[in-house]
């Protein structure tokens, strides 16, 4: 399916542990975002790219998050190391005037 | 602060029946609203945003400023129509930074 890619789609570590997970949005999209969605709430902005460059990152653990998007195109997630209250699902999403199009999202669960 | 809020977790309606989704912002400016649609197994994808003031599979949705309201209403509701609803605010920063709202689970009863 075209489309904003994520891999892996299901992830299951156990705390203390590192993960990460890579999206490629659609070509030619500038700005990449990274949400994490906690079960029963709606998605959270965890860091915004315009192009290779972070224009948002406010909500973003920096003790233990992590993201790039070397050469603006795609970008990985990581977590290092891992909690339980991590477990969530990620989206990813890059957009075109405003219209935001999602990835299918990786479900990580923290043990 | 900027913040969006639906204050039903659930809405149960029958098919046929309106169906009307709430959502309330906060936000000082001139925001941008959105509703997100999440089908069962599918991605998250837009469905309106108020500046484009059309209908959707049905759905409008308008822009109330003096209540700061956007929500979204379907005179018949349809089996098809069972989903989950998000309501989004773009706040026009320097970027375009987007705040979601909780979501609403539709259920449409046959």
């Known amino acids: 399916e075209a489309g904003v890619a994520q891999s892996p789609r299901y992830k299951i570590i156990e705390k203390r542990q590192s993960v990460a997970f890579w999206c490629n949005p659609i070509s030619g999209h500038a700005t990449l975002y990274w949400y994490q969605q906690i079960l029963g709430q709606g998605p959270k902005l965890l860091i915004q790219f315009q192009n290779n460059g972070v224009v948002d990152d406010s909500q973003l653990p920096k003790d233990r998050f992590s993201a790039e998007r070397l050469k603006g195109v795609d970008s990985t997630l990581k977590i290092q190391p891992a909690k339980l209250e991590d477990s969530a699902v990620y989206l990813c999403?890059?957009?075109?005037?405003?219209?935001?199009?999602f990835g299918p999202g990786t479900r990580l669960t923290v043990l | 602060a900027q913040r969006v809020t639906q204050p039903e977790k659930l809405l149960s309606v029958f098919k046929g029946a309106p169906v009307e989704l709430k959502c309330n912002y906060s936000y000082s400016g001139s925001p941008e609203l959105f509703w997100y649609v999440q089908y069962s197994r599918q991605r998250l994808q837009l469905l309106l945003r108020h500046i484009s003031r059309e209908s959707i599979k049905g759905f409008t949705a308008d822009l109330n400023k003096g209540e700061t309201s956007f929500h979204l209403k379907k005179p018949f509701a349809q089996e098809e129509d069972s989903a989950m609803y998000y309501c989004?605010?773009?706040?026009?920063?320097?970027?375009?930074?987007?705040?979601f709202g909780p979501g609403t689970s539709l259920s449409v009863i046959p």
């Open positions: 989004a605010l773009s706040a026009k920063t320097s970027y375009d930074k987007v705040i």
């Open positions: 999403a890059s957009s075109f005037l405003n219209e935001q199009f």
